[in-house]
């Protein structure tokens, strides 16, 4: 099983790379608090924090750290909360609807609106950030804004994996078009998909299949688990969720991306180191075999170069490999 996933990472030709936690940092943070409809910050970020608290995915501890260093106590007057893959948390307040996701999810599911003056606000004070909208009984409380910073040497990696013959690099985001925009020409990836759902991203996956392509994909959550067991070689960040580390094929241990070019060095000299081997002990066999036909060899000695040249080869093939 191990060697054929070598192999797949091999001869794979396109990588789709999820966003989140993936090219970005783990640890994003919370870098703008916009309160709207007469609300101010902390009242935004205490309810937001007291929401977000209960699931562990990197946005939803940034919310939680940004008000623990705020000094924001909340007590959870909130119903149960509900969380919606993809979109956000869905819960009630003293008998009042409360959601905060993303804005697909308050916005078009949710069907709240937003005046063209708050628009405006959100626009500028959320450039090049991953926003989450905060509503209560439908109305617009405020945005906040989270910075996820690319990680260190992610524009680099993805180079070294085009000089390593990968032919296509994609980037996945449940984020909006402008954010998503960002981060990839920030990471000197060309082709990206902005607001996926895990639906869209399997099926983004399937399609690179269908067309013929061979496909890596690298993610470290819920929502990448479904693209993850569908590509050919499916990655999880060692900082990932545990589903995402059980649907995925491999897991790395480092978080850095240069794993991942190492691991597709590699798999190519791995994949080619063992062809020589086989054309090699195919040769010799046949030698071997040609020289019993013809009389010049006894069995005892056939049988004594075979095993002489298995013992030989395997040492030469582990030579480089040992510490």
């Known amino acids: ?49 007291c929401l977000e608290e209960h699931f562990p995915h990197p946005v939803a501890r940034a919310v939680v750290n940004a008000a623990a260093r705020r000094g924001l106590r909340h007590r ?3 119903a149960a909360v509900e969380y919606i893959v993809a979109h956000g948390i869905a819960s009630s307040l003293d008998g009042q609807r409360v959601v905060i996701g993303s804005e697909h999810f308050v916005v078009e599911d949710e069907g709240v609106s937003i005046s063209a003056r708050d628009q405006a606000a959100i626009d500028d004070a959320m450039e090049g950030l991953s926003p989450l909208y905060l509503a209560v009984d439908g109305v617009l409380r405020g945005v906040i804004g989270v ?27 449940g984020d909006n078009e402008r954010t998503a925009s960002r981060t990839a020409r920030l990471a000197g990836v060309t082709e990206y998909r902005s607001e996926m759902l ?24 819920v929502n990448d688990s479904p693209a993850l067991r569908l590509a050919d070689v499916g ?18 241990t480092s978080t850095n991306l240069n794993a991942l070019v190492q691991l597709r060095r590699l798999s190519c000299e791995l994949m080619a180191r063992m062809d020589r081997s086989f054309a090699r002990v195919l040769g010799f066999n046949s030698l071997l075999l040609a020289g019993g036909i013809a009389g010049v060899l006894q069995p005892q000695t056939s049988s004594l170069l075979h095993n002489a040249s298995t013992i030989a080869f395997s040492s030469s093939n582990a030579r480089s490999y040992r510490a």
Not at 147 to 154: I, M, R, Y
Not at 164 to 170: S, Y
Not at 235 to 252: F, P, Y
């Open 1 to 49: 099983k191990g060697s054929k996933h070598f192999e797949a990472v091999a001869q794979a030709d396109t990588i789709v790379f999820d966003k989140t936690g993936t090219l970005t940092a783990a640890t994003p943070e919370v870098a703008c608090v916009l309160p709207l409809d007469g609300w101010d910050e902390d009242e935004v970020l205490r309810l937001s924090a």
């Open 76 to 78: 959870e007057r909130h």
């Open 147 to 173: 910075q996820d910073p690319l990680k260190d040497g992610v524009a680099e990696a993805i180079a070294d994996l085009r000089r390593a013959g990968i032919r296509r690099v994609v980037m996945l985001t």
């Open 198 to 221: 895990p639906s869209d991203k399997h099926d983004y996956v399937r399609q690179l299949k269908t067309e013929g392509a061979r496909v890596i994909m690298v993610g470290d959550g």
């Open 235 to 252: 990655v999880a960040m060692g900082s990932g969720t545990a589903i995402a580390k059980e649907v995925a094929d491999i897991t790395m």
